[in-house]
């Protein structure tokens, strides 16, 4: 009997049908393990799947550590490779982060890796990111695989070819196995679209997991990946690092290959670009998969990449680190104002770093002009691709409203992008005016908040606008110490004031991790993992 539903439900539910067959039953978990859990990220070492040698691989190591013990030898490529199929098979099951799934491949193509390892030979001989597991964002086309970004539309449309990150990991030595969700339109911070669903936030399910690369960012949390790559137009590589707790990374526009990715914007509306970074579970993983990008040759793979070389440069021994407490649009909450006050206390008292205070000028203008870029033709686009299989809109893109934007003229065009050099240029001459080596700042004026309530990234939005790296370093959870406070308290008027009220109390945010963002000078993005890396070591006592 044929379903009298729109289209997208039945295509919707064929695919999760597909997709669920795509985890072998003894790596099933019982719901009773985590039934009535909104913390889960215990569970893939409790739930019997994985043995103690597959626990200890999984958990004790980030990507750095594990290509050392791939490169001496001591796990082979299908022992490491099995370890973080399973484990990512299980953060799926609780939190449901994935879309395409390719367990088996993966499997067979580190097994042949183990065979064509030379024998008797050192580490050194090896490919960089030899027999590394790598996930992906869905966006990155893999061969043979959808790339429908949660859309049903393009569901049943396998890739001809990989992408052009996906070919050079392949090249690197990596491992691919599996893609992460994203929100429908990829222009919001809840994962969730209707192919897919939603993807839960493992440390705490009432609160969202971020977008748009939330999928990763789960996955990563539950470390069924230890270093993931996705994209970043308003902060969708950021913005779910701070939901979960990880290590993520915005280079500048075409440093990363970026080809074969599907956007969804306009084609050839090249106003702010996306960019491709990774996503980890240490700083120094995001420092690996730069330096491996830019010394392997990306010019190879991308016509639009901007290939600059790895120069090693040489860390400074004292930072000079301007702290901007708030964007002047959003008054961070308490936990938020919290851990800027002990990072800078912590930052102050190190003889590595000089602290100056720095007021952020015209983030509202800019972060509108951002919008108007996104749209500057309006929303038919995006409305046109639903509507070929009757996609109603998810909560969260109604919610953000990008898609009630008007579009505007041609010479409107010319203009926002007269306007968004100027920010540029004034934003360098703020840099190198105060000396500053990098801001650190919030990423975000709260932490992961309820579902579908995220409306605002203007603290990352404007770096894209900008277009200057930045890095997010997680430093701390929601204690019970920080209690929700006067709405009053909200500085800069009633949207701030009802943002502000979203946070009411460590209670409702148990397990919310809490973030910092570091921001550093457009191309110089090898200087700001440094600076990032030295940061973290003092923040984190690393």
């Given at each position: 009997?044929?379903?009298?539903?729109?289209?997208?439900?039945?295509?919707?539910?064929?695919?999760?049908?597909?997709?669920?067959?795509?985890?072998?039953?003894?790596?099933?978990?019982?719901?009773?393990?985590?039934?009535?859990?909104?913390?889960?990220?215990?569970?893939?070492?409790?739930?019997?799947?994985?043995?103690?040698?597959?626990?200890?691989?999984?958990?004790?190591?980030?990507?750095?550590?594990?290509?050392?013990?791939?490169?001496?030898?001591?796990?082979?490529?299908?022992?490491?490779?099995?370890?973080?199929?399973?484990?990512?098979?299980?953060?799926?099951?609780?939190?449901?982060?994935?879309?395409?799934?390719?367990?088996?491949?993966?499997?067979?193509?580190?097994?042949?890796?183990?065979?064509?390892?030379?024998?008797?030979?050192?580490?050194?001989?090896?490919?960089?990111?030899?027999?590394?597991?790598?996930?992906?964002?869905?966006?990155?086309?893999?061969?043979?695989?959808?790339?429908?970004?949660?859309?049903?539309?393009?569901?049943?449309?396998?890739?001809?070819?990989?992408?052009?990150?996906?070919?050079?990991?392949?090249?690197?030595?990596?491992?691919?196995?599996?893609?992460?969700?994203?929100?429908?339109?990829i222009m919001t911070a809840d994962s969730d679209n209707n192919v897919f669903g939603r993807t839960l936030n493992p440390r705490?399910?009432?609160?969202?997991?971020?977008?748009?690369?939330?999928?990763?960012?789960?996955?990563?949390?539950?470390?069924?990946?230890?270093?993931?790559?996705?994209?970043?137009?308003?902060?969708?590589?950021?913005?779910?690092?701070?939901?979960?707790?990880?290590?993520?990374?915005?280079?500048?526009?075409?440093?990363?290959?970026?080809?074969?990715?599907?956007?969804?914007?306009?084609?050839?509306?090249?106003?702010?670009?996306?960019?491709?970074?990774?996503?980890?579970?240490?700083?120094?993983?995001?420092?690996?998969?730069?330096?491996?990008?830019?010394?392997?040759?990306?010019?190879?793979?991308?016509?639009?990449?901007?290939?600059?070389?790895?120069?090693?440069?040489?860390?400074?021994?004292?930072?000079?680190?301007?702290?901007?407490?708030?964007?002047?649009?959003?008054?961070?909450?308490?936990?938020?104002?919290r851990v800027m006050k002990e990072a800078t206390t912590l930052l102050e008292k190190s003889k590595s770093v000089e602290i100056?205070?720095?007021?952020?000028?015209?983030?509202?203008?800019?972060?509108?002009?951002?919008?108007?870029?996104?749209?500057?033709?309006?929303?038919?686009?995006?409305?046109?691709?639903?509507?070929?299989?009757?996609?109603?809109?998810?909560?969260?893109?109604?919610?953000?409203?990008?898609?009630?934007?008007?579009?505007?003229?041609?010479?409107?065009?010319?203009?926002?992008?007269?306007?968004?050099?100027?920010?540029?240029?004034?934003?360098?001459?703020?840099?190198?005016?105060?000396?500053?080596?990098?801001?650190?700042?919030?990423?975000?004026?709260?932490?992961?908040?309820?579902?579908?309530?995220?409306?605002?990234?203007?603290?990352?939005?404007?770096?894209?606008?900008?277009?200057?790296?930045?890095?997010?370093?997680?430093?701390?959870?929601?204690?019970?110490?920080?209690?929700?406070?006067?709405v009053g308290n909200a500085k800069f008027g009633h949207e701030d004031a009802r943002l502000y009220s979203l946070y009411t109390?460590?209670?409702?945010?148990?397990?919310?991790?809490?973030?910092?963002?570091?921001?550093?000078?457009?191309?110089?993005?090898?200087?700001?993992?440094?600076?990032?890396?030295?940061?973290?070591?003092?923040?984190?006592?690393?």
């Amino acid at each position: 009997m044929h379903s009298t539903g729109p289209a997208y439900q039945r295509i919707a539910a064929e695919k999760k049908q597909r997709q669920a067959t795509k985890i072998p039953k003894d790596w099933l978990i019982s719901a009773e393990t985590h039934r009535n859990s909104t913390n889960v990220l215990d569970v893939p070492v409790t739930c019997g799947i994985l043995d103690k040698v597959e626990c200890e691989i999984t958990s004790e190591y980030d990507a750095t550590a594990l290509l050392e013990k791939l490169r001496s030898g001591l796990w082979s490529a299908e022992q490491v490779t099995i370890a973080f199929c399973k484990r990512a098979a299980i953060a799926q099951q609780l939190t449901n982060c994935l879309t395409e799934i390719f367990f088996d491949e993966a499997i067979e193509r580190a097994r042949q890796l183990d065979k064509d390892r030379p024998q008797n030979t050192s580490g050194n001989a090896l490919q960089p990111l030899h027999g590394l597991p790598i996930s992906l964002k869905d966006s990155f086309q893999v061969a043979g695989y959808d790339t429908s970004t949660g859309l049903a539309c393009y569901v049943n449309e396998p890739a001809e070819e990989n992408s052009s990150t996906a070919a050079m990991l392949l090249d690197l030595g990596a491992v691919l196995y599996c893609k992460t969700n994203l929100p429908q339109s990829i222009m919001t911070a809840d994962s969730d679209n209707n192919v897919f669903g939603r993807t839960l936030n493992p440390r705490n399910a009432l609160l969202t997991a971020g977008g748009s690369t939330g999928g990763e960012g789960a996955l990563i949390a539950l470390r069924g990946s230890v270093l993931g790559v996705g994209t970043d137009i308003f902060g969708s590589i950021r913005v779910p690092s701070v939901c979960n707790g990880i290590y993520g990374f915005r280079p500048s526009v075409g440093l990363v290959p970026h080809s074969g990715v599907r956007d969804l914007n306009v084609p050839g509306a090249d106003g702010i670009r996306s960019t491709a970074g990774p996503m980890a579970t240490s700083i120094r993983d995001c420092h690996l998969f730069l330096k491996t990008f830019m010394q392997t040759g990306t010019w190879k793979y991308d016509s639009t990449v901007v290939s600059l070389p790895w120069t090693n440069v040489k860390v400074k021994e004292r930072l000079r680190i301007a702290v901007a407490e708030n964007d002047g649009i959003f008054t961070p909450s308490p936990p938020i104002r919290r851990v800027m006050k002990e990072a800078t206390t912590l930052l102050e008292k190190s003889k590595s770093v000089e602290i100056i205070p720095l007021t952020l000028p015209d983030v509202k203008e800019h972060c509108q002009n951002l919008v108007s870029h996104w749209a500057v033709s309006g929303s038919d686009h995006y409305l046109e691709q639903f509507a070929r299989t009757g996609e109603p809109l998810v909560p969260s893109l109604k919610a953000v409203g990008l898609l009630d934007i008007s579009g505007t003229t041609l010479q409107g065009f010319f203009d926002l992008n007269v306007r968004r050099a100027e920010a540029a240029k004034d934003y360098l001459r703020l840099f190198r005016d105060n000396d500053i080596d990098a801001i650190l700042m919030p990423p975000a004026p709260h932490t992961a908040v309820p579902l579908d309530t995220w409306s605002t990234a203007t603290y990352t939005a404007l770096w894209n606008y900008l277009d200057f790296p930045a890095v997010i370093l997680p430093v701390d959870e929601v204690r019970e110490s920080d209690l929700a406070d006067d709405v009053g308290n909200a500085k800069f008027g009633h949207e701030d004031a009802r943002l502000y009220s979203l946070y009411t109390g460590p209670k409702d945010y148990k397990g919310a991790p809490v973030c910092v963002q570091v921001v550093g000078y457009r191309h110089a993005d090898e200087a700001l993992l440094n600076i990032a890396a030295m940061l973290d070591a003092i923040l984190n006592g690393k």
